[in-house]
């Protein structure tokens, strides 16, 4: 019976050859998408579960509030040095713990080679328990035990050694600092959350020229340090934070304004290991991560448009209804039963799905690089290796074929044999209601992907074309090197003698960085400086800065090396001024303020300007002149013009001044770009799925308006005798097949403003959705349909009416 099933089958799919064809070329794409999105939500969903250990390791955080206020104002997934040992120590519970510190750009030299080497990390010697990795050479539990010992992937092994033995090899950090090479491990997964290349043991840290004993145990300041806890297997992670306020209180013993308990302003929070990936949304982060909202959006998707292609299966089945109702009514004569028949159209429908599935497993596998490519995702194993594909594969053909299938198969089973014979059979209009009610639901989902495409892309504009309040042209970013403390004026006047290079200002972070830095803020109040509730972050600037940016000085001064107090002195931006109670910018000159232990004047106010993205709101920050030089990076702003001669000449200049350091640059403009690269794949993959689910929703529309009109053949003919013209014809079959498209659009408008607008609630600064695009949404969809629809209405509407009433 099963092989009489499949001949059949087989022998309906030649016979009905367009029907045919869009059933399978629509589940074939939609099995195509779906596949390739689902090895993206896999792989995204795989990060750090490869750990045997995940369930057990967690993170610990750190927020700070307003103590005034109760307001949240940093979250970090980095702690103070002091916590991790005095956590273990207080709490028996923690089995191990495990630190590590980002040393960012660093120049590590062996012999006359020397590299800047990106993913450096300080770590102890129980990072391995934490992060597990194959080993190459050395061993593991010892090899960063030792101070000044290093590790290295096999990657930079090669790059400094070769083909010699890295083991026991010194490289240089630094001018005095060697290292000796204790270890060479495999790459940590792709889907991990952190990627070191190049970890450098912990211990090192106590030497008073790197960091010091005495800071590591009592620096509450620098929350820099990544700590990891082990916990028993089982245990409730919550018992544990409920006491880590008693244990602020206990142990931090300076803090934003001393009135408070610690436990006031901050607070320790821990992070399953396997959620940091997807649902942390910190201030700070090892690498870039991805966003559970992500997941949600491309699962839709791909819903959307598996069910889009399984409504073209349903609406075209049904349509040819009318041409297989005297076969099912031959096949009830002869003693057919009623599930037999509809065991005979799910069968052809499972087996039009399984058709499609193989096909669609190929051209997954050819576009996967793309899809990567698109998503910024790198692919760790080959399609279809996962095992969620392969069950996705073998079951999702049984589920839509059955799902597409079930109704189709009631509906022709369930024909009367002798009407059909008689030939008094007719498509009744509840099954023109309910084909009606799923080619709307089909453009009600293709509208709402245009719309939302179109607002991603708005957003995206806005961002790209919205005034920053500085000027961010022709800025290139250098990184500082200490080596340059005393020779910075000589190195700055080196860089100025090219007439192309109009500026240079040093700062601790550029525009495009996080505003993570803050100590408390002091106004006068009556006669004494005393504490505001705001919260005020600061970036270290020397005299240079603001001009270097274009940063407007709207009342006062800025700062300049003809004054020596200007090392005591302070820079407030507009958002400053007002939440400090300033009445306006010219009153906040020549006040007096404090900020954490420093104590001067109010010498300038500057203009708002975007320092972070668009994300964040602009917040009130303080510039101040470092007395250690406090800094992180070169601006140099250029002109733009002999752009090949002006770089060659920084990087004379750099190599003149810092021989032993490589030199890098980047571009500002690039960092721009980084910031919104996720919403910029975000919009690609937007439209390019709104125009497949487009697509496939028009392949439909274009085989049931086909079959429509083939119906319609005769009426069409009578009506052009009787004088009917092209343009009332084509109006007749359009209009209803429009109609349904107007009403798809009043369905999908309020769902695409919803979740829109909670997509826009992610950006301290966004637009409003205009209402424009709602309605060239529904003039896309209306052009899409009407050109389907009118190609074969034309088609029909100019044909021979002679023909057309021969035919019987």
Known sequence: MLRNYIKIAFRNLTKYRFISFINLFGLT????????ILTYIINELSYDKSNENADRIYRVTRNFYNPETGTLSLKLGSVAPPF????????????????????????LKYEDKIFNEEDVYWADEHVFDFFKTDMVEGNPAKALSDPFSVMLTEEVAKKYFGDEEPLNKIIRLGQNTNLKVTGIFKPFPVNSHLHPKVMISFASLNDTSLYGAERLRTNWGNNSFFTYL??????????LESQFPAFLNRHVTSGSATKYTPSQWTSLGLQKLTDIHLYSQMDDELEENGDIKRIYIFSAIALFILLIACINYMNLSTARSALRAR?????????????????????????ISWIAMLLACVFAWLLMPEMNKLSGQPEYR???????????????????????????????SSFKPVKVLKGLFKTGRSTISFRQVLVTVQFAISIILIINTAVVFKQMDYMQDKALGFDKEHIINLPYINALNDKYDAFRNELLTNSNVKNAGRSSRIPTGRLLDAMGARVMMG?????????????????????????????????SGNFSADTSAFLINEAAANILGFKSADDAIGKDFGYGRRKGKLIGVFNDFHFESLHQRIVPLVLLVPRNYNYGNISVKISGAN?????????????????????????????????YKSEQRQASIFSIFAGIAIFIACLGLFGLSAFAITQRVKEIGVRKVLGASVTSIVTLLSKDFLRLVFIAAVIAFPVAWYFMNGWLEDFAYRISIPWWIFLLSGVIATAVALGTICFQAVKAAVANPVKSLRTE
Request: proline share 5%; aromatic share 12%.
């Open 29 to 36: 794409v939609g099995f195509t998408c779906c596949l390739l």
């Open 84 to 107: 991790a040992p005095l956590l273990q120590n207080d709490f028996k519970q923690i089995e191990k713990t495990t630190r590590l510190l980002q040393n960012g750009t660093t120049p």
């Open 230 to 239: 082990m916990l028993p297997r089982g245990y409730d992670a919550g018992q």
């Open 327 to 351: 076969e099912i009514g031959i096949r009830k004569v002869v003693g057919a039963q009623r599930k037999e028949i509809i065991a005979q159209f799910l069968s052809e429908s499972v087996m």
């Open 382 to 412: 080959s399609f279809p290796m996962q095992w969620q594909v392969i069950v996705t594969i073998l079951v999702i053909p049984f589920i839509v074929g059955i799902l597409s299938g079930i109704y189709p198969a009631l509906f022709m």
């Open 527 to 559: 006669d004494s400086l005393a504490p505001v509730s705001a919260d005020v972050k600061y970036v270290t600037a020397d005299a240079d800065f603001t001009s270097t940016y274009g940063v407007k000085i709207i009342a006062g001064r800025g700062f």
């Open 643 to 675: 752009l090949k001669e002006t770089l060659a000449h920084i990087e004379n200049t750099w190599k003149k001044f810092l021989p032993e350091t490589p030199y890098q640059f980047a571009f500002l403009d690039d960092n721009f770009d980084r910031l």
